[in-house]
């Protein structure tokens, strides 16, 4: 059996961060559990202690700092360690640019790119005084190529493949044994299609996810497999596509 690891997800409350808590709940890790919907939340962590794992949860908003300052604090005072910090929380609201959808740009590089470093900003410290720790950032295939109507969604995760290369190099050279792991999933069966706001290109996504996407927990099995990985080795870029994804 792999070691128990303390595991904090932000967007955990339903999708990939849901799917990769059951699963790494399962394998008998503690899980941390952060996101804004309470309701989800609390299903999620009794669904997981009924089954015999462990879990806890803290209402988080990964736009605000001292929000995520408290998933780490919850951690902490639980747990006493973070060994694992999934930066998951995102969303995807695409639209042609002339659409002018400013609010939609900002809540993606508030949630996406923002939210991301405020868990570095959270873990990193922590990570540092262990000398050991993992980060699993999000990315998407979106950071690796843009379409017509992901232009912002695109910048954000591509900061985000950035942001990690950046902070893999940065601790490689500190010597400080954390792993960075940025994963760029492609078209996944959960909620993401539903905050589209533009209506064409909701039903344009929702349609291509019910023909290609594949469930969640195919993504948690990929982010198990880096976490299992001996801490001498990391996998620093995964992406997963459902194999008929063109
Ligand atoms: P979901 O919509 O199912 O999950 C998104 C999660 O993010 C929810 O738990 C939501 O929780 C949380 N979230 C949104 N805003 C905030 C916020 N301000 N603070 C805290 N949590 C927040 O979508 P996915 O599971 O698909 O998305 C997870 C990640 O995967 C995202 O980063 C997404 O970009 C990425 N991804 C998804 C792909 C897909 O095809 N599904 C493909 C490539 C990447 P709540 O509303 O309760 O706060």
């Given at each position: 059996m792999v070691d128990s690891k303390v595991i904090v997800i932000t967007g955990a409350s339903s999708g990939i961060g849901e799917a990769t808590a059951l699963r790494l709940a399962k394998a008998n890790h503690k899980l941390v559990l952060g996101a804004r919907r309470e309701e989800r939340l609390q299903e999620l962590v009794d669904k997981i202690v009924n089954a015999g794992g462990e879990a806890v949860y803290e209402i988080t908003d990964v736009t605000d700092i001292h929000s995520v300052e408290q998933l780490a604090e919850k951690a902490m005072n639980q747990y006493g360690r973070i060994d694992v910090w999934m930066n998951n929380a995102g969303l995807m609201p695409h639209s042609p640019l002339i659409q002018d959808r400013v609010e939609d740009w900002n809540r993606m590089i508030d949630v996406n790119l923002r939210g991301v470093l405020h868990g570095i900003h959270a873990a990193l410290p922590i990570m540092r005084e262990q000398k050991s720790g993992q980060f699993i950032?999000?990315?998407?295939?979106?950071?690796?190529?843009?379409?017509?109507?992901?232009?912002?969604?695109?910048?954000?995760?591509?900061?985000?493949?950035?942001?990690?290369?950046?902070?893999?190099?940065?601790?490689?050279?500190?010597?400080?044994?954390?792993?960075?792991?940025?994963?760029?999933?492609?078209?996944?069966?959960?909620?993401?299609a539903d905050h589209i706001t533009d209506e064409a290109t909701r039903e344009r996504v929702a349609k291509a996810h019910a023909k290609l996407a594949v469930p969640a927990d195919r993504i948690a099995e990929a982010i198990e497999s880096a976490i299992n990985m001996p801490a001498d080795t990391a996998i620093n870029e995964i992406i997963v596509r459902p194999t008929a994804q063109a």
């Open positions: 950032n999000t990315a998407s295939v979106a950071a690796h190529a843009v379409h017509a109507g992901g232009g912002v969604y695109s910048a954000t995760k591509a900061g985000v493949t950035m942001i990690s290369e950046a902070l893999r190099q940065e601790e490689a050279a500190a010597g400080s044994n954390i792993r960075v792991t940025a994963i760029s999933p492609a078209a996944t069966a959960t909620e993401i």
